[in-house]
């Protein structure tokens, strides 16, 4: 039975008079979004917001279209308003949801408050990272050449980290030797398990893995010190699965191979995980892994395609959707997790 006209009063009334938080929330938005947009853009943001809601919520009750969860009938009203009515998913929250969008963007692009060191062997190339990271948004950015295999290397890092900062509080283990395939790189990696270089092996596992280690290990330090950190250790599909070596294959070049030194690199990246998460426990560190799946950055249109199709959601990762899911390990959103694997490659591992 569709909702009777008699109903929207009560529900009206029920929305006031249990949830006065309403008017709280409205009064920091309008402050919040009036120092950031101005009163112009604030008052555009309230108005569509509330306008493209109750519009989809007319649908839902006068037409019978479920609109996320709200979906009322003459007969549940009641019921459903005093029971199932949840806060965040009604009409009147509908400016904040965007507004928490809009803020979200600016912070993951460092906005909010965060100094950065990007440590890599490549000095130059660390230094035009960190520019790049002060001129897109404003954040201040320390450039820091590093060898992540070299203990001594490691503790200098973090102690000019600390020289400048007076303060480290998350680190995220990201450096690795990850083989290319791009078509420079054709006929690079064409060596196969059986012929596997026993120094090729040995480079992979000391970047890949001891260089996980001793990040891990200088970071340590000041976190127990301050009694609070976090670490996020960036894994890899291939971690969870074995590669899918067709992806590599080109007509007209020799066999290519992702190299076993980054399978099982990345495998001990989340043994490190929960064995860091388990050791540090009652200490204040939480240390999480993130398993991306790929993410496109100009890939030839075989490998494109042929990605996609392994993929449950049929494309590559966008680099902010990568990012946005750190911003959601290093923060207090994910206060409650440690130990665990945050796996945000687009379906690839459901199959």
């Known amino acids: ?3 009777q006209a008699a109903d929207w009063p009560i529900l009206l009334a029920g929305t006031l008079l249990l949830r006065p938080y309403v008017f709280v929330f409205l009064a920091a938005f309008l402050v919040l979004a009036a120092r950031d947009l101005g009163w112009r853009r604030t008052w ?20 019978g279209i479920p609109f996320g969860l709200y979906h009322y009938t003459g007969e549940t009203a009641w019921r459903e308003l005093f029971v199932s009515n949840v806060p965040f998913f009604d009409p009147l929250s509908f400016p904040f949801l ?13 906005q909010a408050g965060g100094r950065v060191v990007i440590a890599d062997i490549d000095g130059a190339g660390a230094k035009r990272v960190a520019e790049a990271v002060t001129e897109d948004s404003g954040a201040e950015a320390l450039a820091l050449p590093t060898d992540v295999t070299d203990a001594d290397s490691v503790k200098a890092m973090v102690d000019r980290t600390l020289q400048a900062f007076g303060r480290l509080d998350i680190l995220v283990n990201n450096a690795a030797l990850d083989p290319k395939f791009d078509a420079g790189s054709a006929g690079r990696h064409s060596a196969t398990f059986e012929d596997f270089p026993l120094d090729a092996w040995r480079q992979g596992l000391e970047v890949n893995v001891t260089g996980m280690f001793l990040c891990a290990q200088a970071a340590a330090r000041p976190m127990l010190e301050a009694g609070r950190g976090v670490i996020v250790n960036i894994a890899s599909t291939y971690g969870l699965v074995g590669p899918d070596q067709r992806l590599y294959e080109r007509e007209g070049q020799p066999p290519a191979y992702k190299p076993v030194t980054y399978s099982v690199s990345k495998a001990a990246a989340l043994g490190l995980t929960r064995y860091l998460a388990t050791y540090f426990a009652g200490k204040g560190i939480r240390v999480n892994a993130l398993t991306p799946g790929g993410v496109f950055a100009g890939h030839d249109e075989v490998f494109l395609e042929r990605y996609s199709l392994r993929t449950v959601l049929g494309r590559m990762a966008d680099k902010e959707e990568i990012s946005a899911a750190l911003l959601f390990l290093v923060s207090d959103a994910s206060s409650y997790m440690t130990g665990a694997n945050l796996v945000v490659d687009g379906g690839w591992t459901a199959w």
């Open 98 to 110: 965007a507004y928490a969008s809009y803020c979200l963007a600016r912070w993951a692009l460092g």
């Open 44 to 63: 555009g943001w309230l108005g569509w917001g509330w306008a493209v809601a109750y519009v989809a919520e007319y649908a839902s009750t006068r037409i």
């Open 1 to 3: 039975m569709a909702q």
